[in-house]
């Protein structure tokens, strides 16, 4: 069963580093049909695409968010990462992370699985 | 980069049909083609109900149907029931891989 868990600390420090780690099981993240990406959404607000990535290392990322967010993969453990660094209060959010298609026989432009999210905190 | 502008709220009576509306301003028309709609209830997981403009996954009720006219992509349902009481977002899977989301609409079922 195809499945994606987020996991990392709940509550980080103003200009401290957010990470988060997303597992993937029941499918190989090396998949040529997706990307996997992270989507984040500040309590009682819409969604905010974070930025994508390929099991070969390609990134594309959020220009507002560019600056301040890596993503990477780890495909000898089916997971991806994110860091977000100089966090500020602005960045408490659920950090949800999500499989999408990018080739057929995927549904192309769209995150068809998703993580149940990570709440993320920032505060002193 | 794109925008996309949905209507912050949409109301219906059960069994109506209401369309949420998804206007793309951006100089990259082309690429608008790939529209996505998600369904979100309170304090749950985005669900996938279209892709590609107007395509359902397996398992979505054929009561959720895309369209798309120039820039502005509608996600219809007809026959609303109270469980479709949701936010709904549409999103843009533009060129460069990029992905934008719409600000979300909440559907109240009267």
């Known amino acids: 069963q195809l499945q994606l868990q987020e996991s990392g600390p709940g509550l980080v420090k103003p200009s401290e580093t957010l990470s988060l780690t997303c597992t993937v099981s029941?499918?190989?993240?090396?998949?040529?049909?997706?990307?996997w990406g992270w989507i984040r959404q500040p309590p009682g607000k819409g969604l905010e695409w974070i930025g994508s990535i390929y099991y070969t290392g390609s990134t594309y990322y959020n220009p507002s968010l560019k600056r301040r967010v890596t993503i990477s993969v780890d495909t000898s453990k089916n997971q991806l990462s994110l860091k977000l660094s100089s966090v500020t209060a602005a960045d408490t959010a659920v950090y949800y992370c999500a499989r999408l298609g990018d080739k057929v026989p995927a549904a192309i432009g769209a995150f068809d699985i998703w993580g149940q999210g990570a709440m993320v905190t920032v505060s002193s | 980069q794109s925008v996309l502008t949905q209507p912050a709220s949409v109301s219906g009576s059960p069994g109506q049909s209401i369309t949420i509306s998804c206007t793309e301003t951006t100089s990259d028309v082309g690429g608008y083609n790939y529209v996505s709609w998600y369904q979100q209830h309170p304090g749950k997981t985005p669900k996938l109900m279209i892709f590609g403009v107007g395509n359902r996954p397996s398992g979505v009720s054929n009561r959720f149907s895309g369209s798309k006219s120039g820039n502005t992509a509608s996600l219809t349902i007809s026959g609303l029931q109270a469980e479709d009481e949701a936010d709904y977002y549409c999103?843009?899977?533009?060129?460069?891989?990029?992905?934008?989301f719409g600000g979300g609409t909440k559907l109240t079922v009267l």
């Open positions: 029941g499918v190989s993240i090396s998949s040529r049909s997706y990307y």
């Open positions: 999103s843009s899977y533009a060129s460069s891989t990029t992905v934008v």
